[in-house]
């Protein structure tokens, strides 16, 4: 479906028509991500980071090809075989630390990417599809990046292969021969690092096919706005060709301005020293942190710290540990009922008084104090802070979200896109 | 039924956490952490420079050269550096013939790498030829750490990538080692006073820049246990920051290149980001939004 | 404010930009070119890693001990990941060979063209055949050595002589002399 006004694709060259007839791939592209595809008029620079995570894909499937020529999946041959990539092959250091930084740039824009969505309200409907499928990419992703943080079998790609696989022997009765299964043996050894390898090699291909549900999906409703306001008339929309491209074109630039800042004068900066020591199966690092981009979470499984019992029988229903996995999990699988939780008719967080209260001044704090917890050691005052947080943030999307959506009064919208760019209302007469 | 039943999880999930926080701040107040001698006692690295710091930084050759030269001397007798050939001092601004006599000349085994007699079949050694990587100075974990009261020496190759701020600390630790008995830190406590049992063991060594204080390297270095062709001084402040320096070469050997071509990339990607945002404007000028 | 679906504009903004290539143009075909010169600068170590790396080069170039060599014996070598056969030839081999310089061949090459100078015992070639790349026999004791006394491929039949040069059978050039072939001392070859 599209817009009633969206131009028609009409080949200029006889051998593009002559193509198009055949596989009409031209205008599949046309309609998607050229002139075919009307855009509304208003939107910002959040809304850049769509194209930006799908060039982070890009790189990252470019450089990981390129790595997989060189690495050897084998206990004895992993870490050298990086050692050997960072040393002998031609630009090899290069091509390492940009799937390295790669990664976490990957995070960073697909992080804004969210956070537009969640302030913006993407994920109402009818735009939910969208949202559920973006979810599941970032399930993909969390589990493409642990894959590979595992491939250099440093210090801590030995124990996070450890701990992470840990999570599951808290589920009861099943939990540690499903571990065993997992691992292929009763440690991380080489037949878990071949089948990570295999996985991490497969995954992002199917975060690529997920990616292009989620643009489809997209392309039923079209994007959204920074008001919510639906697309009423011609006048809201451009082309997305030649005026997205052109604003995704710099947005490319500095994006890539960072990545090269990172990349080339602190490629390490984001990494850990102990991923830099052989694994050592004897020997556990002081301070097993993970990847920035799972620090919330991580704080969350710690945070967890008493078992749910009947009090003074000692009775435990659910011990703390697995109660830890559940939430980390719940903390990220409750994304996938947020289009009904809140169930506030207007989209943008602009027009939303209180929601943009709880949002900035709840929402966003949280997280990044849990952040910072995860990455800290787990002292009283860090576990304070994260149990904290944390309480904050699954009440935040599963108790306030559904109950100010009831009790909050919006502002008034604007009557169209057209009249919150320009102040004027849309003509009525008709297009 | 959805916010009902999400209500009911999230008001279990936050109940538990608030729980979870009596319990911490009980447990906080009731047994407070014990003051550990490694939290009051642990020196950060000290502040030092390098002429390889900085977005321009390069290695400074002649201070690799000399770090090589303690390396040779001191350190390789215990310490491996297995991710470096011999081949790889050519940047170090040595030449072929360089290389080769210093491969053939390799001071910790005499210029021999390890090898297979080709009649006998039995472990050999032969000459060492510049493709060969630095020879381990203990032939496997179990033989070095033998050698060494139980302490296994770690590969230096990445040691100072392996390390937070990894070429200050190497720097640190070498010239840190210090009395232990009268030792105070910044705050004037005396070490041995309020933690007694801090005290080296036998095989340990104090050193305020090792995580818990005390380590099983003897200080290697002594004044002019090397002496440099190019006659800069052999102190153990100088040399400890020339084996750093040569260090932060074997775990980054591919850093000038690196940094030279993000200075390329990051002008080139300048000037397409500035064409990029006019070409933008110059499409959209007619558009408000 | 104008709005681009006012046709008006739209039919000036068209005219304008088949009259004249205007600066805007310029800018738009400089951000694309840009692009593309971009694009293709970061393919550059994506297709130069796969040439070989740099403890392979290392390798290129071997020394090879030949002091325990005896006339008429041969060892086989392995120099760039390929077998070599160095060879030490009998007074005998050598008058063989010289014989034949003119003899009909494939590929006429004399003996003196195969070796260095005033070294013309030692003889030493790639063991990889010219026709389809297997290793000829003939290097060691009790080989087929083929119909000209010298190297035989037994996959399809090539017959090469003392000197390896082909004499009969598919291959189409002699076994390979490195060119970068030199002594470092008398009792050192230097390959590559």
Request: with cysteine.
């Given at each position: 479906m599209s817009f009633p006004w969206a131009q028609e694709y009409k080949p200029k060259h006889p051998l593009m028509q002559w193509f198009d007839e055949r596989l009409p791939l031209p205008r599949l592209v046309y309609n998607s991500v050229g002139a075919g595809y009307p855009t509304p008029r208003n939107l910002n620079y959040f809304w850049n980071f769509g194209s930006l995570a799908g060039l982070a894909l890009v790189i990252q499937i470019v450089t990981g090809v390129v790595l997989a020529m060189h690495y050897y999946s084998t206990v004895d041959g992993a870490f050298n075989s990086v050692e050997h990539i960072m040393r002998n092959v031609n630009s090899g250091w290069l091509i390492r630390y940009a799937h390295m930084n790669g990664a976490s740039f990957f995070f960073i824009v697909v992080y804004i990417h969210m956070f537009r969505g969640l302030y913006f309200g993407s994920y109402k409907a009818p735009r939910e599809m969208i949202w559920l499928l973006g979810v599941v990419i970032f399930l993909l992703m969390m589990a493409t990046g642990f894959l590979g943080y595992v491939l250099p079998w440093g210090q801590m790609s030995f124990w996070a292969a450890q701990v992470i696989t840990g999570f599951f022997s808290a589920i009861p009765l099943v939990g540690e021969p499903l571990r065993q299964w997992l691992l292929g043996g009763f440690a991380p050894d080489q037949a878990t690092l071949s089948r990570f390898f295999s996985l991490h090699y497969l995954l992002p291909f199917v975060i690529a096919g997920v990616i292009i549900l989620h643009i489809w999906a997209l392309h039923i409703p079209g994007s959204s706005n920074p008001t919510g306001v639906p697309v009423k008339k011609e006048e809201d929309t451009v082309p997305f060709h030649p005026y997205y491209t052109a604003k995704d074109g710099f947005g490319v630039g500095v994006f890539l301005i960072a990545f090269v800042i990172m990349t080339f004068f602190a490629p390490n900066f984001m990494g850990h020293p102990d991923n830099y020591i052989p694994a050592n199966p004897l020997s556990t690092p002081a301070h097993i942190v993970p990847e920035w981009y799972y620090w919330p979470f991580y704080a969350i499984l710690r945070a967890f710290t008493v078992d749910f019992g009947i009090p003074f029988t000692g009775i435990v229903i659910i011990p703390a540990k697995l109660m830890g996995v559940l939430a980390m999990f719940g903390s990220i699988l409750l994304f996938f009922f947020l289009p009904w939780l809140d169930t506030s008719p207007v989209r943008s967080g602009h027009y939303r008084p209180l929601f943009k209260k709880f949002f900035w001044f709840g929402l966003i704090p949280s997280v990044i104090i849990l952040s910072i917890c995860g990455v800290m050691e787990a002292t009283t005052t860090w576990l304070i802070l994260a149990q904290i947080s944390g309480a904050y943030y699954f009440a935040h999307f599963l108790i306030i979200l559904p109950l100010i959506s009831r009790i909050e009064k919006p502002l008034p919208l604007p009557g169209s896109i057209t009249e919150a760019v320009t102040g004027k209302p849309l003509k009525e007469a008709a297009a | 039924m959805i916010r009902f039943f999400a209500g009911l999880i999230g008001l279990f999930f936050s109940g538990m956490l608030l729980l979870a926080l009596f319990d911490t701040v009980y447990l906080g107040i009731t047994e407070p952490a014990e003051e550990t001698a490694e939290h009051k006692f642990y020196e950060y690295p000290k502040d030092v420079s390098f002429a390889h710091d900085g977005p321009f930084g390069t290695y400074d050759r002649a201070q690799l050269q000399r770090g090589l030269k303690v390396y040779e001397a001191v350190c390789a007798a215990c310490h491996s550096l297995n991710l470096v050939a011999f081949r790889n001092f050519e940047d170090l601004g040595y030449s072929e013939e360089q290389v080769k006599a210093i491969a053939s000349n390799w001071l910790p085994t005499g210029g021999e790498v390890p090898s297979i007699n080709p009649d006998t079949g039995e472990p050999s050694t032969r000459p060492a030829l510049p493709t060969d990587t630095i020879p381990s100075p203990y032939a496997n974990d179990v033989a070095a750490r033998a050698a060494n009261n139980n302490a296994l020496p770690p590969d230096l190759s990445l040691i100072t990538k392996a390390r937070k701020n990894g070429t200050a600390y190497v720097y640190s630790l070498l010239s840190g080692y210090t009395d232990q008995e009268g030792y105070k830190n910044d705050a004037g406590e005396e070490l041995l006073k309020e933690f007694p049992d801090a005290a080296a063991g036998a095989g340990l060594y104090f050193n305020p820049y090792f995580k818990n204080l005390n380590i099983a390297m003897a200080p290697p270095l002594s004044e002019g246990v090397v002496t440099f062709d190019d006659g800069s001084p052999a102190t153990v402040d100088a040399m400890s920051k020339d084996v750093a320096a040569f260090l932060a070469w074997t775990a980054e050997p591919k850093m000038e290149v690196r940094k030279k071509t993000g200075w390329a990339a990051l002008v080139f990607l300048l000037i397409f980001t500035i064409l990029a945002y006019m070409s933008y404007r110059t499409i959209w000028a007619n558009q408000k939004h | 404010m104008r709005k681009p679906a006012e046709p008006a504009v739209a039919k000036e903004a068209a005219v304008a930009a088949v009259e004249e290539p205007r600066r805007r143009d310029f800018i738009h075909i400089a951000t694309v070119s840009f692009a593309g010169v971009g694009t293709a600068a970061a393919a550059v170590p994506m297709l130069t890693q796969m040439s070989a790396s740099a403890d392979v080069r290392a390798l290129a170039s071997i020394e090879v001990d030949v002091s325990a060599i005896e006339p008429g014996q041969a060892i086989k070598t392995m120099w760039r990941k390929q077998p070599v056969f160095v060879s030490r030839l009998t007074p005998e081999k050598i008058a063989e060979a010289k014989k034949d310089d003119n003899a009909p061949m494939r590929d006429p090459q004399t003996l003196e063209e195969r070796t260095l100078p005033n070294r013309e015992e030692w003889l030493v070639m790639l063991?990889?055949?010219?026709?389809?790349g297997c290793v000829p026999t003939g290097a060691a004791q009790g080989e087929p050595k083929g119909d000209f006394d010298g190297y035989f491929c037994p996959c399809h039949g090539s017959h090469y002589d003392v000197a390896g040069r082909i004499r009969k059978g598919p291959a189409p050039t002699n076994l390979v002399v490195p060119e970068e072939l030199s002594f470092v001392s008398d009792t050192v070859i230097k390959i590559g």
């Open positions: - | - | 063991a990889v055949c010219t026709h389809l």
